[in-house]
């Protein structure tokens, strides 16, 4: 089991920055990989940004060039640096770890954090 702990979300004008966390605990020892979603009112939930163990990325298009993703292997923590927000970042920011346990790859998921964009 993987226990993931979210901070860092809040109210933000546009063009602002905010920067989310999230602590994994447990079973870290089985996680391949970290990321965040959203999920605004009446949407799926979709992928913000990814990054693996070995340090590889992903980002949807419409936060590639504001958003930055990085991760301290020693903490267990990944965190999601958000620049130049805009309203339609406006959502609940859901914390990820994809873990490997018997030859299956298992989602974890933290409680999510608001985020609101507005002015």
């Known amino acids: 089991q993987v226990q993931l702990v979210e901070s860092g979300g809040g109210w933000v004008q546009p063009g602002g920055s905010l920067r989310l966390s999230c602590a994994a605990s447990?079973?870290?020892?089985?996680?391949?990989?970290m990321g965040w979603h959203r999920q605004a009112p009446g949407t799926p939930r979709e992928l913000v940004a990814s990054?693996?163990?070995?340090?590889?990325?992903n980002f949807a298009d419409s936060v590639k060039d504001r958003f930055t993703i990085s991760r301290d292997g020693a903490t267990n923590t990944v965190h999601l640096q958000m620049n130049l927000l805009e309203v339609e970042d406006t959502a609940i920011y859901y914390c990820?770890?994809?873990?490997?346990?018997?030859?299956?790859?298992?989602?974890?998921w933290g409680q999510g954090t608001q985020v609101t964009v507005s002015s």
């Open positions: 990820n770890a994809v873990s490997w346990n018997r030859g299956d790859l298992i989602n974890y």
């Open positions: 990054i693996t163990t070995g340090d590889a990325t």
């Open positions: 447990g079973s870290t020892d089985s996680i391949v990989g």
